[in-house]
C-alpha cells in the first residue's frame, strides 16, 4: 500500500505542475478582465493603473510563478470579479457540487450492480432486455435535455418537485449542506436523476460485460463442475472479480462529475463548481479558471489513488511488486 501511495503521489507532481502551466497560460487569451472591472469611458490612465494593481502588466511567466508560489501556500490570489479569496469561493461552492456527485454514484451503484448482475446471469429473460434497452437510452440521451424534460415533468406539470437552486440548507463548520433538511433533498432528486441516469445505464453494461467474461474463466468452469450453485458461484466468485474494473470506473466518474457538471448545474441553477466557472470564464476571471483547473488535476490524482488503494484491498496481489 505505501509503495503504491509513494508512486502515485509522485506520478503526481509533475501533472500539477504541467496543468497549473497549461491553465495559466491558456487563460490569458480568453479575455480582458480590466475591460469588465471598469466602465466603458473608463481613461486610458485608469486601465493602466489597475492592470498594475492586478499585476497583469508583468510578464505571463512572472505572474504563473506568483501564482504557483502562492498555491503552495494554499493561496490562488484574488478572483477579479468578486474581490475575494479564490480558496474561499471554491470552498464554497465544492459542497454544492459533491452533494451532487456522490448520491449519483451511488444510485449508480445501488441500481447499476443488481441490474447488471441479472442481465449477466438471465441474458435471454425480458427484464435483461429492458435494462439493457434503458441502458442504451440513459447513454444516448444528452444530459441538458434529460434535465429540461425533468424540469418540464415534475415542476412544471406536476409540481412536486422544485426546478433550480440548492434550497435550505444546513452549516457544519465550513460544509454545508441541504441532506438534512427536507427542502434541500427535494432540490436535489431532479439533479440527482439528471447525472445519475447516466451513470446507472454504464454501470449496468459494464458490470454485465465484466460478468459475462468471469463466467468463461477458468475458475468459473472449475466451480460449475465442483457442483456450487450458480448464484454462490456468480455473487460469491464472479462478481469479485468483475467489480475491479466498476471501481475504477466509477472513481473516475466522481471526478468527472465533480469536474464537469457544468451542463447540469447551469439547467437546474445549482451553485456548484461548474456554474462558477463558467460565470468566471464569461468574466475572465483568470485566478480563478487557474485555481480550478489546478484543484481538479488534484482532485483526480487523489481519486486515482484512493481507486488503487481499494483495488488492492479488494484483491491483494495487485499491490505485490512484479518479479523482474
Avoid at 98 to 107: C, K, N, R
Wanted: proline share 6%; glycine share 10%.
Amino acid at each position: 500500500m505505501l509503495r503504491i501511495f509513494l508512486s502515485r503521489l509522485l506520478q503526481g507532481i509533475p501533472v500539477l505542475l504541467v496543468v497549473s502551466a497549461a491553465a495559466f497560460g491558456l487563460f490569458q487569451f480568453i479575455g480582458d478582465p480590466v475591460s469588465q472591472m471598469l466602465p466603458p469611458d473608463a481613461s486610458v490612465e485608469d486601465r493602466e493603473a489597475l492592470t498594475a494593481a492586478l499585476g497583469l502588466a508583468d510578464p505571463v511567466i512572472v505572474q504563473y510563478l506568483r501564482f504557483l508560489g502562492n498555491a503552495l501556500t494554499g493561496d490562488f490570489g484574488m478572483s477579479l470579479r468578486h474581490g475575494a479569496p479564490v480558496a474561499d469561493l471554491l470552498m464554497e461552492r465544492l459542497p454544492a457540487t459533491v452533494e451532487l456527485a456522490l448520491p449519483a454514484v451511488l444510485v449508480a451503484l445501488i441500481l447499476g450492480i443488481p441490474m447488471g448482475v441479472f442481465c449477466a446471469a438471465r441474458p435471454k429473460s425480458l427484464f435483461s432486455k429492458l435494462f439493457l434497452g434503458g441502458s442504451l437510452l440513459g447513454m444516448s440521451l444528452p444530459t441538458f435535455l434529460l434535465g429540461i424534460f425533468l424540469i418540464l415533468g415534475f415542476s412544471v406539470e406536476l409540481g412536486l418537485l422544485p426546478a433550480f437552486g440548492r434550497g435550505e440548507v444546513t452549516r457544519i463548520g465550513f460544509w454545508s449542506t441541504g441532506l438534512l433538511t427536507a427542502d434541500g433533498l427535494r432540490h436535489l432528486v431532479l439533479p440527482v436523476m439528471t447525472l445519475g441516469l447516466f451513470q446507472t445505464a454504464l454501470v449496468v453494461r459494464l458490470v454485465r460485460g465484466e460478468m459475462l467474461e468471469v463466467s468463461e474463466r477458468d475458475f468459473m468452469k472449475f466451480g460449475r463442475a465442483r457442483g456450487l450453485s450458480p448464484a454462490r458461484l456468480l455473487l460469491r466468485h464472479g462478481l469479485k472479480n468483475a467489480i475491479l474494473p466498476v471501481v475504477a470506473v466509477m472513481g473516475l466518474q466522481f471526478g468527472e462529475i465533480v469536474a464537469f457538471s457544468m451542463v447540469t448545474e447551469t439547467v437546474f441553477q445549482w451553485p456548484g463548481l461548474g456554474l462558477f466557472f463558467l460565470q468566471s470564464v464569461q468574466f475572465a476571471d483568470v485566478p480563478v479558471l487557474a485555481a480550478y483547473l489546478t484543484f481538479i488535476a488534484l482532485l483526480f490524482l487523489l481519486i486515482n489513488l484512493a481507486v488503487d488503494l481499494t483495488i488492492a484491498a479488494i484483491d491483494p496481489r495487485l499491490a505485490r511488486p512484479r518479479a523482474a
